[in-house]
């Protein structure tokens, strides 16, 4: 019953994309920026990790939160006010914003690895504590993964329905012209998103790392799974987001043992051309007005 | 006489009615002015005309001959040309440049016939002539050389002007032109509007600037709601009971707005 | 001596890559992410043609514009209705399932091992044997493309290609067939690319799937935004300095392991501060809006 195990592990790798997907849908949804940067977000998170626990010597849950709040902090910051913040003030398009988060994608994941070397470097020693259950096993990782990621989606239904910092961001979302008209800080606002959006994506890295440790160029394949999952999942949806991550994930893993790993990504990027072309809603995302002059 | 008609023309969006079944003709050689309060489909209308659009029932006739169906850049070529309200003027290009594009029928659009034939054709000379000639008439000469994106904005919309008619276009949709302009630039773009018509066109044009529009219309159409409520002669129009209650309260608006 | 020969001829050759790449993104204003693909299709193309066919270099270069501008044009029309990011988006996702299918499907392309043994074109019982004549050749192919592509953006063609690169709905109602422009654009930059590709192959007689991946094509992207969009020659100024920089890194004493991704540090600074303040390049006349 070997399927069953990738199962399990297919269930656990779609709950980190899902984190992943949800990050970039925050600032995508908000701010129609293709926010590639978010994968370096990953990667660098996986290292301020790494750094606490071998340089600083801290233990690992006090490692793990204070990675996700170094990087949601000073990730987000950085981000806003030297990346994006410039941009929206000088008024650039939405290309533009794209090939800035590239730049500044490929700036960071190659400092990493001037910095760190591109070897995995180890950031958990020894073994996992494992839950044999039969016909699948789990590890605690697996079981820490899942339950905070739980608890992290449940937050997020409470903050964006009930908070008013949430609702901004809906409303932004939803119409920005307007959300400037009723006087909504727009400024600070992107940096909290940003924040927001990073903390998810060093989440999802934190989990990772504990699992198989932390190289450089794993964050582009990620951001871009992310960036399918939202597009497939639904523009302007975050469950929807959320959902076709899992599913990427869950696929990813299966198909593994049908279509050898090669082969994925060309299939990932043909079900995204298709689509864009047929549905660029997404499967949960409402069609878009029509064009006029 | 008709040179466009649309017959019973409408148009949803969701569940707003933009246009609800209009009826109208254009007449040939008249500047028809085409009002009404904001929202009430004018812009929606002309995007049908231009084809940027799809109708949802009813036709639009030029030269008794079917539009709706028709992609955009073959309702052009066929003779109706249009300002859009933002003057949309290429930034890059020079004003030279801007209204040269507009020349139909270039040789050199072709990509074969731009790599491979000479530079310099008498139909090149032509092009060039007739731009200039439109240059000195929206009196722009002296800035042909000028990058679209250092204009004025009411520069602009003198260019945007003089684009449209290097197309040749027999109809043309004019929208909100005078939006922005100052007094003595609006009276200068009306002289143009007038003498174009006299030299043969046909000008269908959206206003909000009632001065303009009962200075030079030949016939007014009013638009409310997506509906015709009423049309004919200016000094019909002007004093008409429905007109009044049409513009009750936004008259003010439009007047404190510069629209 | 030769080092360099090598370093201008690669120069010469992503100059046109650059220049064409520069047809769609600073003329016509549309942000390919895919540009490699071609490259790389014009690349496979002729080096299959020659070794599995026994085919002249000249005529498998010939076909690789065909397959190139093809293959260009298609994605262009199938693209054509995509707003800027997503047209972005899309173009990668062709790059990479252009890879992919480099990468795997093994028996067209020899898979991850790539194509051994290109042969050096003959001409007339000239063989160019020589990198020194082979560079000679690159140099006058290039030539020629370039200055098919001068002629292109000079004429009215050119002038329409901007004019719907600054907006498209006023080009559409002065009845230009905007569609038709971009899909020839597209052609005709994804001809060049392949031609290149193909000269490529024969020159340096070995090729590989990785050459050709999305990296690659932010490169190109990158010579495009350095020399600046919207002046064709501009690019081979990106180009030059693009190939020149890893080797004032080397000079300046790094050690290989770290230059690479310093290097790719480098690019990816220059993308963002052009990007911030000066979005037109170094030399360009096309600001991204």
Sequence with gaps: MVILQFLVNGIVGGTIYALMAVGFAIVYNTSKIFHVAHGAVYTLAGYVLFLMGAKLGLPLIPAALLTVVVIAVIGGGFLELVAYRPLRRRGAGLATYMISSLGLFIFLQNLTAAVFGTETLVVRQGPLEAYDLGVVTLTSLHVVALAVSLLVFVGLQLFFTRSRLGKEMRALANNAQLALTVGIDVNRLHLYILTLGSALAALASVFVSLDVGVRPD????????????????????????AIGAFILGLAQNLAVIEISAAWQNTIAFTILILFLLFRPQGIFGKKLAVRGA | MALLEIRDGAK???????????????????????????????????????????????????????????????????????????????????????????????????????IFTPRGSRQDAAALEQVREILRFIEMEGQAAALAHDLSFGEQRFLSFGRVLATGAELLLLDEPTVGLDGAMVHRLSELFHKTVQGGKTILLIEHNMKVVMGISDYLIVLVEGQVILEGAPEAVRNHPELLKAYLGTTHVAERHGR | MAYLLHLLTLIVIYSVLGASLNLMVGYAGLLSLTHAAFYGIGAYTSALLATKLGWSPFIGMGAAVIVGSVVAALAAALFLRFRDDYFILA??????????????????????????????????????????????????????VLWALHRLVESPFGRTLRAIRDDEVPALIL???????????????????????????????????????????IFIFTIVIIGGSGNWWGSILGAAILILLPEGLRFVGLPSAVAGPVQQMIFGLLLMGLMLYRPQGFVGRYRFE
């Excluded at chain 2, 209308?45 to 539009?67: A, K, M, V």
């Excluded at chain 2, 290009?93 to 990509?111: D, H, S, W």
């Design chain 1, 218 to 241: 794993t964050g582009f394949a990620i951001v871009l799974v992310a960036a399918v999952a939202v597009i497939v999942g639904g523009v302007g949806y975050l469950p929807g987001a």
């Design chain 2, 12 to 114: 949803d969006f969701g569940g707003l009615r933009a246009v609800n079944h209009v009826s109208f003709s254009v007449s040939d050689r008249k500047i028809t002015s085409l009002i009404g309060p904001n929202g009430a489909g004018k812009t929606t209308i002309f995007n049908l005309i231009s084809g940027l659009l799809p109708l949802d029932s009813g036709e639009i006739l030029y030269r008794g001959r079917r539009l709706d169906g028709l992609p955009p850049h073959r309702i052009a070529t066929l003779g109706i040309g249009r300002m859009l309200q933002d003057p949309r003027v290429f930034r890059h290009l020079t004003v030279l440049e801007n209204i040269l594009v507009a020349v139909p029928g270039q040789r050199g659009e072709n990509p074969l016939h731009a």
């Design chain 3, 175 to 217: 009845g230009k067939n905007v569609g038709r422009y971009k899909v020839f654009a597209s052609a005709a930059a994804g001809g060049m690319a392949a031609l290149i590709g193909g000269l490529y192959a024969h020159y340096i007689r070995y090729i590989g799937p990785d050459s050709f991946a999305l990296g690659e094509s």
């Design chain 3, 91 to 144: 173009t990668m996702g062709l790059q990479i399932i252009t890879h992919g299918l480099f990468h795997n499907w093994v028996s067209l392309t020899n898979g991850p091992f790539g194509i051994y043994g290109i042969p050096r074109p003959t001409l007339a019982a000239f063989p160019f044997t020589s990198n020194a004549s082979y560079f000679v050749l690159t140099l006058i192919v290039a030539v020629l």
